[in-house]
């Protein structure tokens, strides 16, 4: 059974793969050759916490020493990095069509008010439809290769509109969301 996702960016990634025209390689060394056609190995490497060497001889098919974390790692880049006008394409559809783009995440918040910050300790098992406009401006860091810090603020902002400030009246102050413990983070689109 593989582990949750609790990265935003490969939880983006995972829902891009849906919209494929056609499949990457699947093994390790079909994958390297792909992504070298693209990248340079010295600057593949650190990502994928390898030597440029190390990256070169597994991609000739020489992977007697390819350790499952690197294969894992290849993977993520793989899904960080196929098909990218696909990818691009499908988000415009989602979003000029008024598409859904459903977050579901068991995460812990911290909420911050006027007369402070509240740590809410359970564990909260959340699926919601973000507003058209956060969506937009996910897409749009994932698409510039955003850090995790700010994929979740905008995530965290997203999901305080759509789940928690949905029925305050629309002159009341709303709190600020910030995810604390993210746990498992799935979207649907």
Do not use: K
């Not at 190995?41 to 974390?69: C, I, M, N, S, V």
């Not at 690197?70 to 880049?77: N, P, R, S």
């Amino acid at each position: 059974m593989p582990l949750p996702n609790t990265s935003i960016a490969h939880a983006l990634d995972l829902a891009d793969a849906r919209h494929w025209t056609r499949l990457p390689p699947t093994r390790p060394a079909a994958r390297l050759r792909h992504l070298l056609r693209t990248q340079s190995p010295d600057a593949l490497a650190p990502r994928l916490f390898a030597y440029p060497e190390a990256l070169t001889r597994w991609a000739e098919g020489d992977t007697h020493d390819l350790q499952p974390t690197h294969a894992t790692l290849i993977e993520h880049e793989i899904y960080r990095t196929w098909q990218p006008h696909i990818r691009h394409r499908a988000h415009q559809q989602i979003l000029d069509h008024d598409g859904c783009v459903t977050a579901q995440l068991h995460a812990r918040f911290r909420f911050t008010t006027l007369s402070g910050e509240f740590d809410d300790p359970r564990l909260l098992r959340v699926t919601e439809d973000l507003p058209a406009l956060h969506a937009r401006h996910l897409f749009d860091a994932r698409h510039r290769n955003a850090p995790e810090d700010e994929l979740r603020r905008i995530l965290a902002d997203g999901i305080g509109e759509a789940y928690f400030f949905r029925a305050l009246p629309l002159g009341q102050q709303q709190a600020a969301v910030t995810i604390t413990d993210l746990h498992l983070i799935q979207f649907h689109y």
